[in-house]
């Protein structure tokens, strides 16, 4: 594509995006798509000769529209937000366009550099304890999402614990050597996760994925407000030691997806603390919260904590994906994930002066997430978005108040940021159809839980253009549908 041809149709997809933000509050939320719908309209197989670029664009409105649920309605309320905005998708475009590999500092030093930057900017605007800046032992880095954040924290735990047995056999030598270690490395089968009932699907994911067996994950049970119960952790721990197994790591959530419940973090860091076990903190959705000081009493404990997640890609402005990940200690984090062939020496990397961030992941290369972070940063700035997610905060408990203040429902859940967990008296029956009814309407889009055994209700605030007015045609909707829907009850 010429440079040329590529403005034509680079100005028109802004163009379409434009229209689409103005106009999709207008489109049904849930798409109507039925499975397959999509793969026989589009033909068998790739096309053996080039197509003009207008065909394709045309397909846009003809094929994919129709199959998309539209997650930037301020009409949808489900799962959590998946945010995105303007400087946001103008940071993807750039990114897109340089087409940058930032695996090493070396393939792109601006890519490693303005993302050490972001992340201590991040960490500054929540308030965050110093361990996890990069002037301290520690550091961030952008990942794709919470569930590898997670599944990173825990192989760096796991490491720790059994000292790298299997592939670090040269830092063992060296440490039995100054009689350091153990001489008999600790075996996965010995090591013992904990997490509470209500953690993130991820975090099973995690143990799984770490070879570490899905029966050494203890799910620890939450209090009626859906918190870990921390004497049960005592409790498992305690017991877990007795019988010769290792603890080594917790998980411990402030806004779980179920309900939003926070964990009680300063309790569980002094337990995990005095036995010596990795703390992770998943604030997947509630950790931009953080950026208002009010909310910051629900963080307190993270100072203990190891690590720390959460996810601008959620409520923050900043289109998926952008997940943040921060250690207290840099360095358990890449001994667990180094590994150097040659074809990837650098002397800028053998300096030890600059981070390579391939050691903080998973897989080897990296997309340049950091710009459209630095872009939505610098275009909001912090006053506007402390006033963006206290705006949604408010609109939460504006809506708990219409429910409490009916006859027909009840809050499940205590409102602790955006989210409000709600059912009808009539019960789960009731509930599931109810939810059905609205979801096919297209007015709005909710999504369920289960708490307590009840089917439950969630209506999720956060998509960047809902307002007060969506949340009070919502309450509308729902109270119109479960009255003139009686039949329900039968
Ligand atoms: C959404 C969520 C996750 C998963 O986030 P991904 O970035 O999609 O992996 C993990 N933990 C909690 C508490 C969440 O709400």
Redo the contacts with the bound molecule.
């Keep these: 594509m010429s440079p040329e041809e590529f403005r034509k149709w680079g100005y028109a997809m802004i163009d379409w995006l434009a229209d689409y933000s103005a106009r999709v509050e207008t489109l049904p939320v849930l798409s109507k798509s039925a499975p397959g719908d999509l793969r026989k309209a589009l033909p068998l197989t790739a096309p053996e000769h080039s197509e003009d670029f207008s065909q394709i664009f045309a397909d846009i409105d003809r094929l994919i529209v129709p199959g998309i649920t539209h997650w930037q309605s301020p009409n949808f309320f489900a ?2 937000p998946a945010n995105t905005s303007g400087p946001s998708i103008l940071g993807e475009l750039l990114a897109a366009g340089l087409g940058v590999q930032g695996m090493l500092w070396a393939t792109s030093p601006a890519c490693t550099e303005l993302e050490t930057h972001m992340l201590d900017w991040l960490a500054d605007l929540c308030a965050l304890p110093d361990q996890f800046k990069s002037a301290e032992s520690g550091g961030g880095v952008l990942l ?7 599944l990173c924290a825990l192989i760096a735990a796991r490491e720790k614990a059994t000292q790298g047995n299997s592939n670090h056999s040269g830092l063992n030598q060296s440490l039995h050597s100054q009689g350091q270690a153990s001489s008999i490395p600790n075996r996965l089968s010995n090591l013992i996760a904990y997490t509470s009932d209500q ?5 099973l994911k995690a143990v799984r994925i770490a070879g570490i067996g899905e029966t050494q994950l203890r799910m620890i049970p939450s209090d009626s407000e859906h918190r870990m119960n921390v004497s049960d952790l005592l409790r498992a721990i305690t017991r877990d030691l007795k019988e010769g197994y290792l603890p080594f790591f917790c998980t411990a ?5 179920s309900s939003m419940a926070v964990d009680p973090i300063k309790e569980i860091a002094a337990i995990c603390n005095a036995h010596s076990i990795w703390l992770h903190v ?5 950790g931009s919260a953080a950026l208002c000081p009010e909310y910051r009493h629900y963080f307190t404990g993270l100072n203990h904590a190891k690590s720390y ?1 959460f ?1 601008p ?2 409520w923050l402005l900043t289109n ?2 952008c ?1 943040c990940f921060f250690v207290s200690d840099r360095q358990a984090l890449t001994s667990a994930l180094s590994i150097l062939p040659e074809y990837l020496r650098t002397s800028a990397s053998e300096s030890g002066e600059v981070i390579d961030y391939r050691d903080w992941q998973i897989p080897l290369g990296r997309r340049f997430r950091a710009l459209k972070l630095w872009f939505v940063l610098r275009y909001y700035g912090a006053e506007k978005l402390r006033e963006y997610l206290r705006g949604h905060m408010q609109m939460a408990q504006h809506f708990a108040g219409l429910i409490e203040n009916s006859d027909e429902f009840i809050l499940a859940a205590p409102v602790t940021f955006s989210l409000v967990c709600f059912r009808h008296k009539a019960g789960d029956t009731f509930n599931e159809k109810l939810l059905n009814t609205l979801n096919l309407s297209g007015k709005l889009y909710l999504s369920h839980t289960r708490l307590e055994g009840h089917y439950t209700l969630r209506l999720s605030i956060g998509a960047a253009h809902t307002n007060s007015k969506h949340i009070d045609a919502a309450w509308s909707v729902i109270m119109e549908t479960s009255q003139s829907n009686n039949r329900f009850l039968t």
């Design positions: 799962y959590f794709d999402s919470a569930s590898s954040a997670t953690a993130h699907s991820s975090v959530t402030i806004g779980t997806t998943d604030a997947a959705m509630a997640t996810n890609h959620k998926f994906d997940n």
